[in-house]
């Protein structure tokens, strides 16, 4: 089962809680056993090591189907513990599986360890990668495509062909010399270049004239935004991050460090080669990759120059970024409208404004959130929160909004109840582009505006039709607003995706939480659950 992904039915399978069985029919297993190495590639031309997955870079790609439980069994080969996550998959109930230090020990060099997990109604792009140190910037990165149950329809045809590009800027730096340049106290410095799925040149995608076909694009990028087009053809947008859009027609589109989205391309161009281009944002210089959409039969290769994209331009993105919207009729993954939730109605229990800030604390770069450097803990914090395990998190280490004083490292928990409707205000007063990641949950990005957030600003919220996602940029001196639902219990990363950032201090943890103790709002420890600093395996 080496490249394992086998499929078994299983026709019948109950969970019981006392006198109540919920039956899942049919839900089928896929198995994977992936074994994590390094290995040596040249994605900008010149060999270094990366981290591979069963000699992959990226990583094998995942398809899955709405309701599918997905097992991985990691082999850890690398000299360093590691974990990987699913980005933006929900985990319902299931916090243990989201690969993240503050929910699971690491998995030691030469051991394993198995994932299990079950992809619920979010339909989508999606995208998984190493979750520890700097890990991600060598490799051990994937996609995870989420595809419905024939009983699902999705608002738009069945397409002609697949493609699933993951761009991303790259380092020749491998992550050890990126983790002890940051460990040092200096900030990374512009990456190398870009790669789309691990190459810098000579990758082609092949279509047929007439055909239509679904392009899966996803920055699994450290840094960067990039800006995506494809020479000679519009994209339509049809899902990001598990909502289906309006479905807009773009010349080019913006995706930052984190996001997929899926757009829908067809092919009646005259029949040769085009230039597919990503290129970064906000970023001097900018850097470019391309690849090729080659149409069957072509001979003529792709014709420069290559097509312009937006290079800073930040209105030009927030202005885009408004036009993505929620087809409110579409259907979700359960057979009921998406927009049937009437996000802008429901009271707003808490608000949480979260500065980021870069600082020095003890004499070296940190990068805080209110104030707060995260350091991870020996003993992950949900097995803190579970066991009761003094000593290892408390909800004072940070404060809820930017207060006055000085920058501190600490492990920064927020607690709420179950349920609560929380708005977040991601608040960006640096001169870079941020990009924040809520596990656990999807958020309806309801607004973004430049200068310093306040309540005045909930009067130009978009409280239709905005889309729920799990990773939002924030423009430089600006901030952005997110609605979510905590309807997941459990101990959820909150996280800058971009990666020395948060390797530096940028994260917490958000605790969704109530007191009674019941399998259908949250999962006992798996059994193989790791245990390690405080946390010692109950016998
Ligand atoms: C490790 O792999 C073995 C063999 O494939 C498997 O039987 C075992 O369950 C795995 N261990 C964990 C903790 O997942
Ligand atoms: C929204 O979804 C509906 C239902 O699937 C579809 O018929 C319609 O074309 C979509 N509207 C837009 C503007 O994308």
């Not at 051991?111 to 910037?137: E, P």
């Not at 053809?233 to 899926?262: F, K, N, R």
């Not at 404060?399 to 004083?405: H, M, Q």
Request: proline letters at 6%; hydrophobic letters at 35%.
């Amino acid at each position: 089962m080496k490249q394992g992904n086998l499929l078994i039915q299983v026709f019948l399978l109950a969970y019981c809680f006392g006198s109540v069985c919920v039956i899942n029919a049919e839900d089928p297993y896929r198995f994977f056993t992936w074994t994590v190495t390094y290995g040596t590639r040249s994605p900008l031309g010149v060999p270094q090591q990366v981290i591979l997955i069963n000699g992959q870079f990226p990583g094998p790609p995942i398809e899955g189907v709405t309701n599918d439980n997905i097992l991985v069994n990691l082999i850890n080969k690398i000299d360093e513990p590691l974990l990987i996550t699913w980005n933006g998959i929900k985990q319902r109930r299931m916090s243990w599986q989201d690969g993240v230090l503050g929910t699971s020990c690491p998995i030691q060099p030469n051991s394993n360890w198995t994932y299990h997990f079950q992809l619920k109604d979010q339909i989508g792009t999606y995208t998984y990668f190493a979750s520890t140190s700097m890990h991600r910037a060598s490799g051990a990165f994937g996609a995870l495509n989420v595809n419905q149950r024939s009983v699902i329809f999705v608002p738009y045809h069945k397409p002609d062909g697949d493609f699933t590009l993951l761009v991303s800027d790259w380092y020749k730096m491998g992550h050890k010399a990126l983790r002890k340049r940051l460990d040092s106290g200096r900030a990374l410095p512009l990456p190398d270049g870009l790669l789309i799925n691990g190459a810098s040149k000579g990758l082609a995608f092949t279509g047929e004239h007439g055909k239509f076909y679904r392009f899966r694009i996803s920055n699994v990028g450290i840094s960067t935004s990039i800006n995506f087009r494809i020479q000679g053809h519009m994209m339509t947008l049809v899902e990001v991050e598990g909502s289906h859009t309006l479905e807009e027609v773009y010349e080019s589109l913006d995706v930052h460090v984190g996001q997929s989205l899926t757009v829908l391309v067809t092919l009646k161009a005259p029949v040769k080669d085009y230039f597919i281009v990503a290129s970064t944002r906000f970023t001097k210089p900018v850097l470019t990759t391309s690849a090729i959409l080659h149409y069957k039969g072509s001979k003529t290769r792709p014709s420069r120059p290559l097509p312009i994209g937006p290079t800073y331009h930040i209105h030009w993105s927030m202005k885009q970024a408004r036009t993505i919207r929620l087809n409110l009729t579409a259907n979700a993954a359960r057979p009921n409208p998406q927009g049937a939730f009437h996000y802008g109605t429901i009271p707003i229990s808490q608000t949480l404004v979260l500065a980021n800030a870069r600082t020095k604390i003890n004499g070296k770069l940190r990068y805080t959130v209110n104030r707060v450097s995260y350091v991870n803990p020996t003993t992950p914090l949900k097995l803190a929160d579970w066991y009761n395990i003094p000593g290892v998190f408390d909800f004072k280490t940070i404060k809820n909004i930017p207060t006055p004083g000085p920058s501190i490292l600490g492990t920064s928990v927020l607690d709420f109840a179950l349920h609560e409707y929380v708005e977040f205000v991601f608040q960006n007063n640096e001169r870079s582009i941020q990009s924040w990641h809520i596990d656990g949950t999807n958020a309806y990005v309801v607004g973004y505006g430049t200068g310093t957030w306040n309540v005045a600003m909930r009067k130009r919220y978009n409280y239709v039709d905005a889309v729920s996602r799990h990773t939002f940029q924030v423009y430089p001196m600006s901030w952005t607003s997110v609605l979510a639902s905590l309807d997941n219990k459990g101990m959820w990363n909150v996280r800058s995706q971009i990666w020395s950032r948060r390797y530096l201090g940028q994260e917490l943890y958000v605790r969704v939480w109530n007191n009674e103790r019941s399998l259908y709002t949250e999962a006992e420890p798996p059994l193989n659950a790791l245990y390690c600093g405080k946390a010692k395996r109950p016998v």
